[in-house]
């Protein structure tokens, strides 16, 4: 199976801080995978560089096949083919559709194809009603669905999330974890996702990524890190005990 992303021994500093250390680690087509661990593993980080919004400062990185130069014009084609959903995603002024059709805008898709696009990415996510609503003034649970529709507005093959579903309230969240799940299986849609919810990851996950102090010190299936993980400060995380 080819990697859609090839990590090798990666590093990113801040300051005299090394935040992150990857010697290996990849990616495959049309799963998904989350990455755990304790507050300043460098989750976030590894998930900045990866969506190439944050350079590393040594290694070497491939994104479908190509190794990362970080020129511009390169960077522009390869993000492209990936969306970023955070915990308070961003709401440009104006409208629902607006939001879900700036995408396709910038791509300079024609405006009945953007239409119609817009259209199904708001029924999908339940937010057909909302099309002209201002974005700005959307509930916790209505933004992160915008977010989500703005993002497969433009077909990702990869869908990177940080912790989409932290601010909401339950509800919001199953129903954020269910779109999350239909993407991937309706699309084929990766989906690369931090999380500091044990239960959401379990839920969801097929591979999971545990940092500590930015290295990946396990890595493996979701049945195997819950129930038979390695290395003890997994075990003691997954515990509760972090």
């Given at each position: 199976?080819?990697?859609?992303?090839?990590?090798?021994?990666?590093?990113?500093?801040?300051?005299?801080?090394?935040?992150?250390?990857?010697?290996?680690?990849?990616?495959?087509?049309?799963?998904?995978?989350?990455?755990?661990?304790?507050?300043?593993?460098?989750?976030?980080?590894?998930?900045?560089?990866?969506?190439?919004?944050?350079?590393?400062?040594?290694?070497?990185?491939?994104?479908?096949?190509?190794?990362?130069?970080?020129?511009?014009?390169?960077?522009?084609?390869?993000?492209?083919?990936?969306?970023?959903?955070?915990?308070?995603?961003?709401?440009?002024?104006?409208?629902?559709?607006?939001?879900?059709?700036?995408?396709?805008?910038?791509?300079?898709?024609?405006?009945?194809?953007?239409?119609?696009?817009?259209?199904?990415?708001?029924?999908?996510?339940?937010?057909?009603?909302?099309?002209?609503?201002?974005?700005?003034?959307?509930?916790?649970?209505?933004?992160?669905?915008?977010?989500?529709?703005?993002?497969?507005?433009?077909?990702?093959?990869?869908?990177?999330?940080?912790?989409?579903?932290?601010?909401?309230?339950?509800n919001s969240a199953m129903d954020?974890?269910?779109?999350?799940?239909?993407?991937?299986?309706?699309?084929?849609?990766?989906?690369?996702?931090?999380?500091?919810?044990?239960?959401?990851?379990?839920?969801?996950?097929?591979?999971?990524?545990?940092?500590?102090?930015?290295?990946?010190?396990?890595?493996?299936?979701?049945?195997?890190?819950?129930?038979?993980?390695?290395?003890?400060?997994?075990?003691?995380?997954?515990?509760?005990?972090?």
């Amino acid at each position: 199976m080819a990697a859609l992303f090839r990590l090798y021994n990666v590093t990113k500093r801040y300051r005299s801080r090394e935040v992150l250390n990857i010697r290996k680690m990849e990616v495959n087509k049309g799963r998904i995978y989350t990455i755990l661990g304790p507050n300043g593993a460098g989750k976030t980080t590894l998930l900045r560089v990866m969506s190439l919004l944050t350079v590393n400062d040594s290694g070497r990185i491939e994104v479908f096949g190509e190794e990362v130069s970080w020129n511009k014009s390169q960077l522009v084609r390869l993000r492209r083919h990936m969306a970023m959903v955070t915990q308070t995603s961003f709401m440009f002024k104006g409208s629902v559709y607006y939001n879900v059709a700036y995408g396709l805008k910038v791509r300079k898709r024609p405006e009945p194809e953007q239409r119609k696009i817009v259209k199904e990415c708001l029924e999908l996510m339940g937010m057909s009603d909302f099309a002209d609503y201002p974005a700005q003034k959307l509930s916790g649970g209505e933004r992160q669905k915008v977010a989500i529709a703005r993002a497969l507005a433009v077909k990702p093959a990869v869908l990177f999330l940080d912790e989409p579903t932290s601010s909401l309230e339950p509800n919001s969240a199953m129903d954020i974890e269910h779109y999350i799940k239909f993407i991937n299986s309706q699309y084929n849609t990766t989906v690369i996702m931090v999380t500091h919810n044990l239960f959401q990851a379990r839920r969801l996950a097929e591979e999971i990524f545990f940092l500590w102090d930015g290295k990946i010190i396990e890595h493996g299936s979701c049945e195997d890190l819950f129930t038979r993980a390695r290395d003890e400060r997994t075990r003691a995380f997954l515990q509760g005990n972090f």
